[in-house]
């Protein structure tokens, strides 16, 4: 049976949000490790209680020895948990074309009655809630608020994680390009259906982690009509910081006198949506024009190591880094980072490079729009222009050789904005103004 954390008794629960105490938040998400948004959701658990609000975190799949990851109850959870991404793909099985890496049917059914019984949170916040860890019908057994920070467009799409500029999502889904179906009633229009169904009436309050996911939203048929407020994601910046430039090279065991661009992203070579295929054309571009012959390409976040596919300059590929430390260290040792991503509703790398004074180069879309101020603190190339990309490539590896002012600015950035203690205050303000707003219903 798992355990859950100590918790004060009901009584000084009840007569601490009289006083309109600290909130009390459960949060939930699927993973505990692996991705950014698994740690992001860490990070601003921890940011919070450091803050004084009393904040758990369940996880649906708790693979880490991370005391602050608490796994779902039950004996038998951990079975069920490493079989519902199998069991919730089974719909998928009709659509064997299908192009997109990832969907969620979110059709498993999933008990949550224990868990509020034993934390009885004011609020619960969904985080990342895929791969069937979360159903649908489930967001009726909370009976309380709902914050749910969207990381990607599944929560308005009839099941993609992301749509590959498909824009059906703006209506009701059906004839869905991914599923390669012609019938209106197909797969994607039954889940956005059944969305709409349990989701109409809920007292949901959510947070998009760019101002593109927001529009998104704001023009999707299924949460248009509810509330939807901008954060965006935050950063430990103690785990990300700079280093000697040298001193990480030597770490990495990378040469001192080369012009080094990093590039990284969970599936980097395989995933299209990352800009693999964009980066090795700019690069390309680069070479074919004189001026790659001092580059070198370093590519992280593929489960294998060796050199990468299709690039007829020097490269290396570390394969997937788990140590913060050591991934703070290979953004030291470069000289710029290239984040392609031709759909981001954030993007996380960009501002680990950034806190670790690495400028980036990105494409001007989607979340890199909110982070990079083009030619200031990094370059927004013209989406999805690869002349424009390498064009960056070259302008940003030019103002790195004149100087540290590009970095620092960069950092700086980073500072101000995405901080997790400052977001975490965001959240917390919206915590105490959804609690406000409920306790003067309930009195009127």
Same mark, same amino acid.
């Given at each position: 049976?798992?355990?859950?954390?100590?918790?004060?008794?009901?009584?000084?629960?009840?007569?601490?949000?009289?006083?309109?105490?600290?909130?009390?938040?459960?949060?939930?998400?699927?993973?505990?490790?692996?991705?950014?948004?698994?740690? +992001?959701?860490?990070?601003?658990?921890?940011?919070?209680?450091?803050?004084?609000?009393?904040? %758990?975190?369940?996880?649906?799949?708790?693979? %880490? $020895?991370?005391?602050?990851? &608490?796994?779902?109850?039950?004996? #038998?959870?951990?079975?069920? =948990?490493?079989?519902?991404?199998?069991?919730?793909?089974?719909?998928?099985?009709? *659509?064997?074309?299908?192009?997109?890496?990832?969907?969620?049917?979110?059709?498993?059914?999933?008990?949550?009655?224990?868990?509020?019984?034993?934390?009885?949170?004011?609020?619960?916040?969904?985080?990342?809630?895929?791969?069937?860890?979360?159903?649908?019908?489930?967001?009726?057994?909370?009976?309380?608020?709902?914050?749910?920070?969207?990381?990607?467009?599944?929560?308005?799409?009839?099941?993609?994680?992301?749509?590959?500029?498909?824009?059906? *999502?703006?209506?009701?889904?059906?004839?869905?390009?991914?599923?390669? %179906?012609?019938?209106?009633?197909?797969?994607?229009?039954?889940?956005?259906?059944?969305?709409?169904?349990?989701?109409? +009436?809920?007292?949901?309050?959510?947070?998009? #982690?760019?101002?593109?996911?927001?529009?998104? !939203?704001?023009?999707?048929?299924?949460?248009?009509?509810?509330?939807?407020?901008?954060?965006?994601?935050?950063?430990?910046?103690?785990?990300?910081?700079? =280093?000697?430039?040298?001193?990480?090279?030597?770490?990495?065991?990378?040469?001192?006198?080369?012009? @080094?661009?990093? *590039?990284?992203?969970?599936?980097?070579?395989?995933?299209?949506?990352?800009?693999?295929?964009?980066?090795?054309?700019?690069?390309?571009?680069?070479?074919?024009?004189?001026?790659?012959?001092?580059?070198?390409?370093?590519?992280?976040?593929?489960?294998?190591?060796?050199?990468? /596919?299709?690039?007829?300059?020097?490269?290396?590929?570390?394969? *997937? @880094?788990?140590? $913060?430390?050591?991934?703070?260290?290979?953004?030291?040792?470069?000289?710029?980072? !290239?984040?392609?991503?031709?759909?981001?509703?954030?993007?996380?790398?960009?501002?680990?490079?950034?806190?670790?004074?690495? /400028?980036?180069? =990105?494409?001007?879309?989607?979340? /890199?729009?909110?982070?990079?101020?083009?030619?200031?603190?990094?370059? &927004?190339?013209?989406?999805?222009?690869?002349? $424009? &990309?390498?064009?960056?490539?070259?302008?940003?590896?030019?103002?790195?050789?004149?100087?540290?002012?590009?970095?620092?600015? =960069?950092?700086?950035?980073?500072?101000?904005?995405?901080?997790?203690?400052?977001?975490?205050?965001?959240?917390?303000?919206?915590?105490?103004?959804?609690?406000?707003?409920?306790?003067?219903?309930?009195?009127?």
């Amino acid at each position: 049976m798992a355990v859950l954390l100590d918790t004060p008794s009901t009584t000084d629960r009840r007569d601490a949000r009289s006083r309109g105490d600290a909130p009390r938040i459960l949060h939930l998400s699927t993973y505990d490790a692996h991705d950014g948004a698994a740690r +992001g959701s860490a990070w601003l658990n921890k940011a919070l209680r450091q803050r004084g609000v009393d904040s %758990s975190i369940v996880v649906g799949r708790k693979k %880490s $020895d991370d005391p602050a990851f &608490l796994p779902m109850p039950g004996r #038998i959870a951990p079975i069920t =948990a490493r079989l519902r991404l199998r069991l919730d793909r089974i719909p998928l099985s009709r *659509y064997p074309a299908l192009t997109e890496s990832f969907w969620t049917i979110g059709w498993i059914p999933c008990r949550f009655d224990r868990i509020l019984r034993d934390i009885e949170p004011d609020i619960v916040h969904l985080h990342w809630v895929g791969a069937g860890f979360l159903p649908i019908r489930a967001l009726r057994q909370f009976r309380r608020p709902v914050v749910w920070t969207l990381r990607d467009m599944w929560g308005f799409t009839g099941g993609c994680h992301y749509t590959a500029g498909c824009e059906r *999502y703006h209506e009701s889904c059906g004839c869905c390009p991914q599923l390669h %179906s012609n019938r209106e009633t197909d797969l994607s229009r039954a889940i956005w259906n059944a969305k709409r169904k349990h989701w109409t +009436g809920l007292d949901l309050h959510l947070v998009a #982690i760019s101002d593109w996911l927001a529009r998104c !939203v704001q023009s999707s048929g299924l949460l248009h009509s509810f509330p939807v407020d901008v954060i965006p994601n935050g950063l430990e910046l103690g785990r990300f910081q700079p =280093a000697d430039k040298q001193f990480a090279r030597r770490a990495w065991n990378l040469p001192a006198d080369r012009q @080094i661009v990093v *590039y990284g992203a969970l599936r980097a070579t395989t995933d299209p949506r990352k800009g693999y295929r964009e980066l090795i054309a700019a690069l390309a571009r680069l070479k074919e024009g004189g001026r790659g012959e001092n580059m070198m390409l370093v590519v992280f976040g593929d489960e294998k190591v060796g050199p990468p /596919p299709q690039l007829a300059m020097e490269s290396h590929n570390v394969g *997937y @880094i788990e140590d $913060d430390q050591r991934l703070s260290l290979l953004y030291s040792a470069a000289d710029i980072a !290239v984040v392609p991503s031709k759909e981001e509703a954030f993007g996380k790398t960009l501002i680990e490079a950034m806190a670790c004074g690495t /400028p980036v180069v =990105a494409f001007d879309s989607g979340g /890199p729009k909110d982070i990079i101020t083009h030619r200031h603190d990094g370059y &927004l190339a013209a989406a999805y222009s690869i002349d $424009d &990309l390498a064009e960056g490539v070259v302008w940003s590896l030019d103002q790195v050789r004149s100087g540290p002012g590009l970095g620092q600015r =960069a950092r700086a950035k980073v500072h101000a904005k995405f901080d997790i203690d400052v977001v975490a205050a965001s959240y917390e303000k919206l915590y105490r103004s959804i609690l406000a707003n409920a306790a003067a219903r309930d009195s009127g």
